[in-house]
């Protein structure tokens, strides 16, 4: 899948404040893994979804250490953008976040609960992109990626996230 199939022979979406769509859904097994693609996963609270390298603990940053990684979230209008305006294309899965979302400003997520599909999760702080991305990626994605690269987030509540599922803000 390429970013283009994101939006296929879509008109351009104006980003809503406090709801959107889940437009795609990646893990990785383990740390420097290929992302591998999902139509849906089960999240687990405290924990992260099924099968990828943070709920085992073997992601690069393993374990963690205080820094919420049980989901990362992106939002496919900045790797459009990305692509776009910086050259730079990124296909889904590349940004190395599991979920690819729509029409949902994810930087106002921070601080806020959320639904994911069935899950219910917290934002805690902006995911930025580092030079391990860069260097797995071989792009230069981090100062362009600067303050809109995702967010991460905690699982408060489990439950399947699937693609065209919806992400709506709680409170």
Same mark, same amino acid.
């Given at each position: 899948? &390429? &970013? /283009?199939?994101? +939006?296929?022979?879509? +008109?351009?979406?104006?980003?809503? +404040?406090?709801?959107g769509?889940?437009? !795609?859904?990646?893990?990785?097994?383990g740390?420097?893994?290929?992302?591998?693609?999902?139509d849906?996963?089960?999240? #687990?609270?405290?924990?992260?979804?099924?099968? /990828? %390298?943070?709920a +085992?603990?073997? =992601?690069?940053?393993?374990?963690?250490?205080?820094?919420?990684?049980?989901? &990362?979230?992106?939002? @496919?209008?900045?790797?459009? *953008?990305? !692509?776009a305006? *910086?050259g730079?294309?990124?296909?889904?899965g /590349?940004?190395? %976040?599991?979920?690819?979302?729509r029409? #949902?400003?994810?930087?106002?997520?921070?601080?806020?609960?959320?639904?994911?599909?069935?899950?219910? $999760?917290?934002? &805690?702080?902006? $995911?930025?992109? $580092?030079?391990?991305?860069? /260097?797995?990626?071989?792009?230069?994605?981090?100062?362009?990626?600067?303050?809109?690269?995702?967010?991460? !987030?905690?699982?408060?509540? =489990?439950?399947?996230?699937a693609?065209? @599922?919806?992400? @709506? @803000?709680?409170?």
């Open positions: 899948m &390429t &970013t /283009d199939e994101l +939006a296929p022979d879509a +008109a351009p979406v104006a980003i809503q +404040a406090w709801t769509t889940v437009v !795609a859904i990646h893990i990785a097994p740390r420097g893994e290929p992302m591998l693609g999902l849906r996963v089960r999240a #687990i609270a405290g924990v992260g979804l099924e099968g /990828d %390298r943070y +085992a603990q073997t =992601g690069h940053w393993s374990p963690n250490t205080g820094v919420d990684r049980d989901i &990362t979230l992106i939002e @496919a209008e900045v790797i459009e *953008d990305l !692509a305006t *910086d730079i294309r990124l296909d889904p /590349d940004s190395r %976040r599991n979920v690819t979302t029409g #949902i400003r994810l930087n106002e997520l921070v601080g806020r609960r959320f639904r994911v599909g069935d899950a219910i $999760c917290e934002g &805690t702080r902006l $995911c930025e992109p $580092c030079q391990y991305l860069t /260097d797995l990626l071989g792009k230069p994605v981090l100062k362009p990626l600067a303050h809109r690269a995702g967010l991460r !987030a905690r699982i408060l509540e =489990g439950g399947e996230i693609v065209g @599922a919806e992400v @709506a @803000a709680l409170d």
